[in-house]
């Protein structure tokens, strides 16, 4: 599975987006983009992936750009509660390959 | 919310014991994981099952053990605790084949300190 790298650390103001920014420079055409989060002390939760094209939910939106080195999770409205470790991870779907969680971003928001 | 259960959540315990740390899940699910992640640090995993009396080592090295003789069920022993092994342990688990999302759903952690 690719590796990717993520800024160690964000700061964000409450009720603005969260732009969290990831490479992925040597990802594959059958390998997906994952994001997940950990708050503080918990377990991870997953909050969205996608392979090609731009993908929302609930949760966020994710960006990936045309030659897909690189993707952008988009919290619109961070919240206090977002505050957590954001994992990047790419990966084969339906694999046994595993999760590679690495040392994500850690997102601070801030009132 | 995912329906993944792991007791003890906080465990304090000398070194020399034997522990388990206890994970069940009610999904359904075949592929279970345990993780190891010291603070502020990265998730390693340390074994995976991909169904009952399937069990594998992860990327981590970990002497602990694991076994998988009912689908909802993964624990995880320590024969002999010691200080090293003072770490959040983390229980997942998701759907094979791959669901929708083939996302894992994590449970709340157990913190074992050992003393």
């Known amino acids: 599975d690719a590796k990717t790298t993520q800024p160690t650390s964000m700061d964000c103001a409450e009720g603005r987006a969260a732009n969290l920014p990831c490479n992925h420079s040597?990802?594959?055409?059958?390998?997906?983009v994952y994001w997940y989060r950990q708050i503080h002390s918990q377990g991870p939760q997953y909050i969205i992936h996608g392979l090609k094209n731009n993908e929302t939910n609930e949760m966020a939106s994710l960006i990936i750009t045309e030659d897909r080195k690189s993707s952008t999770l988009i919290l619109p409205h961070a919240t206090l509660r977002d505050t957590a470790v954001y994992y990047c991870i790419v990966r084969t779907r339906g694999t046994g390959n595993q999760f590679y969680f690495g040392t994500g971003t850690s997102l601070t928001v801030i009132p | 919310e995912a329906d993944i259960y792991q007791t003890p959540r906080y465990l304090v315990i000398g070194t020399g014991k034997k522990i388990t740390l206890e994970c069940s899940q009610t999904?359904?699910?075949?592929?279970m994981y345990w993780y190891q992640q010291d603070p502020g640090m990265e998730l390693h995993l340390i074994h995976y099952s991909y169904g009952v009396n399937s069990t594998e080592k992860g990327d981590l090295s970990s002497e602990s053990t694991v076994s998988r003789i009912r689908t909802e069920h993964f624990p995880l022993t320590l024969e002999s605790a010691r200080p090293s092994h003072t770490s959040q342990y983390l229980c997942a688990s998701s759907e094979r084949p791959a669901g929708v999302r083939n996302e894992q759903f994590f449970g709340p952690g157990t913190r074992l300190t050992v003393l």
């Open positions: 999904m359904g699910h075949d592929k």
């Open positions: 040597t990802i594959s055409g059958n390998e997906y």
